[in-house]
């Protein structure tokens, strides 16, 4: 299984303009998601995607999607973004820790991603691309691990220390700072290689 | 230089509906623009991007995008599929194999894909992605190399053909057919590593 968790800064917590995905930057998070599940005409039934949203109106708000029950979405952002706006709303009267379901292998919460990741580290290694850390073609993954991304604005300060606290390993793609989206096709292509 | 082309099957020949990229593919063309140009806060001066459409109503087009000299353009899809559109509608009335400059960096062409191969191969050696080809990360990239993507329907039999007749350099990315534009960023970070 491969997981991977987006942490959006900006990222509306209630529904938003189609018309201008940029807003928030909900068309970093959409493509995000499309490039953690799309291969050519399949869906990439080994991952689990942990969207956290922290923009205004309403946050936090996780949305996670799960590729082994995953139907009816495109790897387009627009595709993408209207079943966001389908999760927020259905959302949008949760209770803190509440989750609820919204379709085949979509699910929202109001949680933060520290109280996510305090229970996930239990039984998942930590892991967070950085400049300084160990190669990416030389990292061992563990069988249980989470990968972690900022979006434009990259991790806030106060959650890398956070997830040094957890002991999470720093992974490195290189000198490029690439586009989170351009991170997870990485990611996956390296791990491809390998099974 | 690192200079990719786009063989898009059904990309639109005339401006297109920005409200439902999926018609023609035109999201599909979207990404891999932003795929070859995009880093974070900043654009690879060092690519050239050529996307032939052969879609309705007036087909062939070639518009070209130079690194080096593009401004204005956002990694979205949308903002994309907008500078298209007027390439589109400036190179309504080309006549064949002439070319006009639409903005900073972008030219838009009426040129067959084989008429540019053609041209190009004689100084540059002209790779594709093939299943059957030597691994990425085994082939040494000559100076000058044109790396050639088809889109949702790969190449075309007739262009596969023109290619082999051309001696071009199959060239794999292992068992997984990705998405177009994430084999761009899969042949970029290969690319940066070496660099």
Redesign the interface.
């Not at 799309?38 to 005409?41: D, E, L, R, V, W």
């Not at 495109?74 to 595709?79: A, D, F, H, V, W």
């Given at each position: 299984m491969k997981e991977f968790v987006l942490f959006s800064s900006r990222g509306f917590t209630l529904p938003f303009d189609l018309n201008?995905?940029?807003q928030g930057r909900m068309?970093?998070v959409a493509?995000c998601i499309s490039?953690a599940f799309?291969?050519?005409?399949a869906i990439r039934k080994d991952v689990i995607f942990h969207l956290f949203l922290n923009g205004p109106p309403n946050p936090p708000r996780r949305i996670s999607f799960y590729g082994n029950e995953l139907v009816g979405i495109?790897?387009?952002?627009?595709?993408i973004a209207i079943k966001l706006n389908e999760c927020l709303e259905k959302g949008k009267g949760l209770k803190l820790s509440e989750e609820i379901k919204v379709g085949n292998g979509i699910f929202i919460a109001k949680e933060s991603l520290e109280k996510f990741l305090k229970r996930e580290a239990k039984n998942k290694k930590i892991v967070y691309l950085h400049r300084d850390g160990v190669d990416l073609r030389k990292y061992e993954f563990p069988e249980n691990f989470i990968v972690i991304l900022g979006d434009?604005k990259g991790l806030p300060e106060k959650i890398e220390k956070f997830l040094e606290r957890l002991n999470a390993k720093k992974v490195s793609?290189?000198?490029?700072?690439?586009?989170a989206s351009?991170c997870i096709?990485?990611l996956?292509?390296e791990l491809?290689?390998r099974s």
């Open positions: 201008d995905l940029t068309d970093l493509r490039a799309f291969i050519s005409y495109e790897p387009n952002e627009k595709s434009h793609l290189g000198k490029i700072e690439y586009l351009h096709v990485i996956h292509n491809d290689r």
